[in-house]
């Protein structure tokens, strides 16, 4: 794997290049792996697309270019198919824009790849009298089962681990809360379009205690004895839940260390980054 | 958040539906949202498309269907455009096919979010005399900074986490290893794409001793002594690197536990999954 997790920051991140033309040949952003980015802002006819895209395409290889990558909004899906026939594919799309790719060198390509996990969190809230926050769904997989469960959810686009969990106990139950702890996260395969993902379990200090549950989503909400919770025969059949009802039992009792937080400065930016790690 | 990660499982991942007319009208599978998916396998032309797309709409919405999924193979990229401007957009794509979607009722749509995040690894191979194993990369962030650093990588989609950490190790430097540990992990935002990524550090003993390196993009590859690595003035100077080293050298004094992995079924499925947590 040539194009480091490290590195990708800097990539194609620049949103200067646009479609100007010069001499017949699209402007284009470099990128630091002797690649170019295209972005399309204005309506074009296919025809005089594919005209400019040749000749730019026969420049860039003269210039030692390899990837070459096109940003179109999704109002310019005129373009996709012209992109396609001249050799163009899909990197990855979301609900404004698709990305298409191509490779110019006759060796293979190194284009980096597209996302591949959503992130899942499950929050254990629980208080000083050793009751946790659960709640009954109205739909989804938990529909008809009765178990009672800690909230769940899936961690938005640039969204803190630490932070969704605390978001979704408020959304779900209107329970305010802070994070202090990871208990344990597991890695699934294929579990929506071909894509994986990783769902962690989260410690919360719940800092209100009057539920105030959302009705759309969620059926029942309450303050359960983690024992109870635990005991619960949907708990104690499935391998997964039972294993993590332990590490919560565990906890209770002082009686295991997850991974804390810590706000980091990145090596390779002023960015800020939270660290997970057994403190 | 409604539609809910352990539940997407079984969420789009038949492949039966296909383009088959009846009547007019597409046949299309149907989800346990009340959505319907279409699959385009054979080339059609835009127009009939349209007109066979409405007409399916039409009869979508009296059954009360609400997301629209059409999977379209790039070879049919002539009918994205025709696609869009009936009100469709994009949900996400790989380098075989696009996905559309599209929300029939009036209220706001509950269409699932695509993948957000990239996982990496880097991986701390230490031997029984103390020593890491270490690389000089030639290309990306870490070219020119004579920095000795743990091997990284990507993890492939569909891969685990301790899998992709093994497989990273063997590539670079051509040590066999096994993974024992999880010591801490990162979450970033924005690192390409828009999209983010989790970095773990994982700890693997070695199996093997004799280094042969990839040459095309390992400059060198070495044992180093822990506290050597850990004393590099680029680890000293950058705080994420310093705690992970921190981290290193607590572990390699056995002061210090991460988390292990055990193999478990999932309650929804046969599948099996590794649930990380500190054992």
Same mark, same amino acid.
């Given at each position: 794997m040539i194009v480091k997790e490290e590195e990708m920051a800097n990539l194609l991140e620049s949103n200067g290049a646009v479609e100007k033309e010069i001499n017949g040949v699209f402007e284009a952003d470099e990128d630091t792996y002797d690649g170019v980015k295209v972005q399309i802002n204005e309506l074009m006819d296919s025809n005089h697309f594919v005209t400019m895209l040749r000749a730019s395409i026969s420049q860039w290889r003269k210039q030692g270019k390899r990837g070459v990558w096109i940003k179109? @909004?999704?109002?310019?899906?005129? &373009?996709? $198919? *012209?992109?396609?026939k001249q050799g163009f594919w899909y990197h990855h799309a979301e609900p404004t824009y698709l990305m298409l790719v191509y490779w110019i060198p006759e060796i293979p390509h190194i284009i980096p790849a597209n996302a591949s996990h959503r992130i899942g969190i499950g929050a254990l809230v629980m208080n000083d009298n050793g009751e946790v926050l659960v709640v009954q769904e109205r739909n989804g997989a938990f529909k008809g089962t009765e178990v009672w %469960?800690? @909230?769940?959810?899936v961690v938005d686009e640039g969204e803190?681990?630490?932070?969704?969990a605390v978001r979704e106990?408020? #959304?779900?139950?209107g329970?305010?809360?802070?994070? &202090? #702890? &990871? &208990?344990? =996260?597991?890695?699934s395969h294929k579990s929506f379009f071909g894509k994986s993902d990783l769902f962690f379990v989260c410690m919360l200090k719940p800092l209100s205690y009057k539920i105030q549950k959302q009705d759309s989503e969620i059926k029942g909400a309450q303050w359960m004895h983690m024992e109870e919770y635990a005991a619960q025969p949907f708990v104690k059949k499935h391998e997964? =839940? $039972? %294993?993590?009802a332990e590490i919560c039992l565990a906890k209770k009792k002082n !009686?295991? $260390?997850?991974?804390? !937080?810590?706000?980091?400065?990145? *090596?390779?930016?002023? %960015?800020?980054?939270?660290l997970y790690f057994n403190q």
């Amino acid at each position: 794997m040539i194009v480091k997790e490290e590195e990708m920051a800097n990539l194609l991140e620049s949103n200067g290049a646009v479609e100007k033309e010069i001499n017949g040949v699209f402007e284009a952003d470099e990128d630091t792996y002797d690649g170019v980015k295209v972005q399309i802002n204005e309506l074009m006819d296919s025809n005089h697309f594919v005209t400019m895209l040749r000749a730019s395409i026969s420049q860039w290889r003269k210039q030692g270019k390899r990837g070459v990558w096109i940003k179109l @909004p999704i109002e310019h899906a005129n &373009l996709v $198919n *012209a992109a396609v026939k001249q050799g163009f594919w899909y990197h990855h799309a979301e609900p404004t824009y698709l990305m298409l790719v191509y490779w110019i060198p006759e060796i293979p390509h190194i284009i980096p790849a597209n996302a591949s996990h959503r992130i899942g969190i499950g929050a254990l809230v629980m208080n000083d009298n050793g009751e946790v926050l659960v709640v009954q769904e109205r739909n989804g997989a938990f529909k008809g089962t009765e178990v009672w %469960k800690m @909230p769940t959810g899936v961690v938005d686009e640039g969204e803190d681990i630490c932070d969704a969990a605390v978001r979704e106990v408020q #959304e779900e139950t209107g329970i305010k809360a802070e994070f &202090l #702890e &990871l &208990l344990a =996260f597991r890695q699934s395969h294929k579990s929506f379009f071909g894509k994986s993902d990783l769902f962690f379990v989260c410690m919360l200090k719940p800092l209100s205690y009057k539920i105030q549950k959302q009705d759309s989503e969620i059926k029942g909400a309450q303050w359960m004895h983690m024992e109870e919770y635990a005991a619960q025969p949907f708990v104690k059949k499935h391998e997964m =839940f $039972n %294993k993590i009802a332990e590490i919560c039992l565990a906890k209770k009792k002082n !009686k295991y $260390n997850g991974f804390s !937080k810590e706000l980091m400065t990145s *090596a390779f930016s002023a %960015k800020k980054s939270y660290l997970y790690f057994n403190q």
